[in-house]
Structure formats: structure tokens, C-alpha cells
T-cell receptor
């Protein structure tokens, strides 16, 4: 079972920031937060990951709360091409065997509207 | 161009027939994965392989088989024992731990069993 909780859907106006929340209240100290997205009928695409510090790359920013029980993925200027299902995943580091496998929940369907 | 390819994009088979889905990567990745996705659901891990000639069962391996004879290739066979094989199948690859932060996904094969 996925160890994260996300809203099933969200809307965002084109050009505005999209803020996607994720709850991971049972996260362990050795687990990272990962975000992937899946555009309709395509394979998922990695976006970003982090442990406890905020992270930013060319696609998005990841804000993790100080207690690490929740995080927010921020797309600063959403475009129509950002319409996708966004998956928040927690995953162990320094793992062995299957502990490092990605477990995908149902994600949040983000619809960017003109 | 480097990438991961799956063929065919759409596949139709009669019930009771085995079918093999192809997955090839030229990213020099050690690890490869097979996932299944049903409509409106997240991805579920079928099998994964972290090195040539070795593979492990994922969460839903029953009715499936794999081989890893070459680093570049990880074919998945959907056998007649799989009770509900109609689904979207996704292959992915990554570097080995600890450099496996990002899994790269192929475009997927949509299998329909009639």
C-alpha cells in the first residue's frame, strides 16, 4: 500500500503556480520523498526528490515540512502541458532487496486550464 | 538517442495464449522493472532485475515470467495463468543503488486479451 495521501484532483489556471500537497505522516528517518508525473497514456516521468531540505530543479520545487510529515510540490508557472497525474512516493535510502522499490498510489490528477 | 523502448504499443491476444512484451534500453542501466497499470489506478510492480541473469518478484508476479539474459533487454511474458491480463504495461530502468534516484520509463504497451 502507498504510504502517502494525496487529493484525487486539483485545478490550476495556466500561468499560475500549482501547489500539490502530499501527506506522509508515517515517513521514517531514512525515507526520501519522490515526485513523478504521468501524462495521459505515457510512462511516468521523474520530477524531483528530497529528504528534509527544500529542493528545486528546472521542473519544480519541493517543500518538505520540518517534521517531514507532509510536503508540497510547486510548479511555479503551470502550462497546459503540465496536465497530468502527479504521484508522491516515499522510498527508503540505504535499502536492501525490495525496500527501495517505488510504490505508486493513485496520485493527484492536475488539470491546468486556460 | 538514449532511451527505453517498448513494443508493440498495442497488443491483442486471445484468452489462453501466452504473450511476450518487449523492453529494451540503451542507457547502460543495470536495473530494469516491469509495472502494470489498471484504469484509474497507480502502478504495481510485477518483476525487477538489478543485474543480468538475476530477477526478483514484485508485488503481483503471479501469472507472469521474465528473463534477463542481456543488460539491455528485459522481456515480460504474460502467461495464460494470469487471470486478468488486460492492462497497460510499463517498463523502466535505472542505475544500480545508490545512483538509482530516477527510474526512466518506456512508453508502455497496452495489452487487450479478448
Amino acid at each position: 500500500d502507498a504510504k502517502t495521501t494525496q487529493p484525487p484532483s486539483m485545478d490550476c489556471a495556466e500561468g499560475r503556480a500549482a501547489n500539490l500537497p502530499c501527506n506522509h505522516s508515517t515517513i521514517s528517518g531514512n525515507e526520501y520523498v519522490y515526485w513523478y508525473r504521468q501524462i495521459h497514456s505515457q510512462g511516468p516521468q521523474y520530477i524531483i526528490h528530497g529528504l528534509k531540505n527544500n529542493e528545486t530543479n528546472e521542473m519544480a520545487s519541493l517543500i518538505i515540512t520540518e517534521d517531514r510529515k507532509s510536503s508540497t510540490l510547486i510548479l511555479p508557472h503551470a502550462t497546459l502541458r503540465d496536465t497530468a497525474v502527479y504521484y508522491c512516493i516515499v522510498r527508503a535510502m540505504n535499502y536492501g532487496g525490495s525496500q527501495g522499490n517505488l510504490i505508486f498510489g493513485k496520485g493527484t490528477k492536475l488539470s491546468v486550464k486556460p | 538517442d538514449g532511451g527505453i523502448t517498448q513494443s508493440p504499443k498495442y497488443l491483442f491476444r486471445k484468452e489462453g495464449q501466452n504473450v511476450t512484451l518487449s523492453c529494451e534500453q540503451n542507457l547502460n542501466h543495470d536495473a530494469m522493472y516491469w509495472y502494470r497499470q489498471d484504469p484509474g489506478q497507480g502502478l504495481r510492480l510485477i518483476y525487477y532485475s538489478q543485474i543480468v541473469n538475476d530477477f526478483q518478484k514484485g508485488d503481483i508476479a503471479e501469472g507472469y515470467s521474465v528473463s534477463r539474459e542481456k543488460k539491455e533487454s528485459f522481456p515480460l511474458t504474460v502467461t495464460s495463468a494470469q487471470k486478468n491480463p488486460t492492462a497497460f504495461y510499463l517498463c523502466a530502468s535505472s542505475f544500480s543503488p545508490p545512483k538509482d534516484n530516477e527510474q526512466f520509463f518506456g512508453p508502455g504497451t497496452r495489452l487487450t486479451v479478448l
